[in-house]
């Protein structure tokens, strides 16, 4: 028996998965605005690995990389997040990608913040049909002379 995925073309297959793919990053989204640590966690492989600009140099596994986001939200009262320049490179069951992204929002203490944009790279893998981040890295460029982050970029 043959699926309706194998009279598609390897492009028209790659284009819908990375439609599939920007959908998760839309997803992803919405559950930091509703600061929401279930959504995220349906977004993440049990085993992701992220880098990510706070310590220590790398987060394993979901309940690490929820943590992460727990404190996030512990600060923040109110989230926004924006992404910008979203591209992707889709394999069959593989997929990376990269942006712009930047998370703002009311601190608890009321103050708004406009935060920073970073840069962002994103590893997925399609398990059981369902794309998944498995990596995903956050940066900040740095300024060599004085080995401090430069925060105040705009893509």
């Known amino acids: 028996m043959t699926t ?7 492009a028209e297959r ?13 997803e992803a989204v919405e559950a930091l605005r509703a600061k929401d640590l279930g959504a995220l966690e349906r977004l993440y492989t049990t085993d992701v690995v992220s880098f990510d600009v706070e310590p220590p140099l ?3 596994g979901i309940a690490a990389k929820l943590r992460n986001w727990a ?9 926004d ?14 997929a990376f990608g990269h942006a712009f992204a930047r998370l703002s929002g009311t601190l608890k203490n009321g103050a708004a913040t406009n935060g920073m944009w970073v840069r962002v790279t994103y590893g997925f893998r399609k398990i059981d049909g369902l794309w998944s981040i498995a990596h995903d890295q956050v940066s900040v460029p740095f300024d060599l002379a004085t080995g401090r982050g430069v925060v105040d970029l705009e893509p």
């Open 58 to 60: 790398q987060h394993v």
């Open 4 to 10: 309706p995925n194998e009279f598609r073309s390897r």
């Open 14 to 26: 790659d284009a819908v998965d990375e439609v599939e793919i920007r959908e998760r990053i839309a």
């Open 81 to 94: 997040y924006e992404v910008r320049e979203l591209t992707f490179a889709v394999g069959d069951d593989v």
């Open 71 to 79: 404190t996030v939200f512990q600060v923040f009262e109110s989230v």
